[in-house]
């Protein structure tokens, strides 16, 4: 036996999966609340008690231990860049590729209202970009000055024109911040390059965040690192699309990822035009992509996604779900206002797990549209063309659904149909024929986990537990 445990300081609940990588098999699985405001380790010693009571998991046989956090608000983060379609756009996605959360994004010069709004958002890195390598510098220098005139006070990765780099370093630096710097992503119009500022980012999260969230004593226990959850929930993604030495993957897929606070979506797969002749516009699509919907979160967000929708369109989905609806005294209104006021109410009435349903499903839809890319009909010198801007996922061939919804909800399946291909939406480009998976043991932050030392026996553990 070679029992692993596997940690999550979520934003509810701390997680702990028990695995043996000997075996290979999922020993067994516990939580309790997020104690973050006092001390992490008390929610994490009733977590142990449990997976200990529960399980029968022997703590003294343990011989790793692995853990990743998103609890107080995960590693948020600001993105200033120059064109917002351009320099912003790949700043945002070295946030979120590094699992990060987008607090806000800024594009050209900024002022001081706004300097204002980003020393109010306390985010945990400012992500400074701006310029292609030789290109502009005045927007960048301009607005490293206002930051560093600024009471900010948290790390700044500066990632933007290489001949403006030194300089702006040199000014932040001078006024007392914290900087770092690594390569453009932007470094053309044609290239994103956004690695070297991710791997930055995590290594920032490590050296300052964790301290500033009061992980250090979890840190302690954990005996390593710990990392951005959704940073874990990307690298299980893509190992089970490509595989490990010896052990097959399962091919391009995409995960829907459905929790309180955000919605978030990742996928694995090549970028490709829908059709030979489709004009691709905007800059290139990754290869590995992480979208996160912050005001898609099935608690925190409940009334959003409410408002989203239509209490009427609502009200007809609920009905399509549970017929009886009609025969029930439910005031949806104050149903939406109490799962927002208690965020780790977990329902157990059929109703109230039908309405769970609704809105994930509606937050899927919605989710899935904002990461997949468009394809519509222009008109240019030469007629009518096909014209793609995003990332192509009609061909995706998995599709996997984890979270609090795809464990306790009522059929978990029918929240996964909404990320799928609708003649009602023909221009979105979401996957059409995949196959589907549940994460029912709630394991993929764990996987994730796994993956940079063990990624086979990861691997293994992943496919004999996702559950058609």
Known sequence: MSIYLLVDFGSTYTKILAVDLAEEIILGRSQSPTTIETDVTIGLNKALAELVDVCGVDLNRVEGRYASS????????????????????AARRACLGAGAKLVSGYGFEIDKEIVEEIEAAECDIILLCGGTDGGDKKTITHNARMLAH???????????????????????????????KTRNVLPSLETVEVEPAQELIREIFIAHITHAKGLDRAAEFIGGPIVPTPKASLQAAALLADGAEGEQGIGSLMVVEV???????????????????????????????????????????????????????????????????????????????????????TPTAELELAADIVLARSAVSIAVER??????????????????????????????????????????????????????????????APKTFIDGDYMLYGIGLLATDHPVQALRIAKKYLRI
């Open 70 to 89: 998103s609890a107080a608000g995960g590693l948020k983060m600001v993105a200033i860049g120059l064109v917002p379609e351009l320099t912003l756009e």
């Open 150 to 180: 600024s009471n900010v006070d948290c790390p700044i990765l500066v990632a933007g024109n290489r001949a403006a780099t030194d300089a702006v370093k040199e000014t932040l630096e001078k006024h007392g911040k914290k900087v770092y």
């Open 259 to 345: 929790g309180g606070a955000t919605s978030n979506i990742h996928s694995v797969m090549e970028q490709s035009p829908v059709t030979p002749q489709t004009v691709l516009r905007g800059l290139p699509e990754s290869r590995v992509k992480r979208t996160v919907e912050g005001d898609l979160g099935i608690r925190y967000n409940a009334p959003t996604i409410y408002g989203l929708v239509g209490r009427d369109v609502f009200l007809q989905r609920l009905r399509g779900l549970y017929p009886a609806l009609d025969e029930q005294r439910f005031d949806p209104d104050a149903h939406i206002d109490y799962l927002s006021n208690n965020v780790g109410y």
């Open 371 to 432: 990461h997949a890319g468009t394809v519509k009909q222009e008109f240019s010198v030469v007629g009518e063309i096909l014209v793609q801007r995003g990332k192509n996922l009609l061909d995706a061939e998995n599709v996997i659904g984890t979270g609090g919804i795809f464990r306790y909800g009522l059929h978990p399946e029918r929240v996964l149909q909404a990320a799928l291909f609708s003649p009602e939406t023909p221009w979105s480009l979401k996957p059409r």
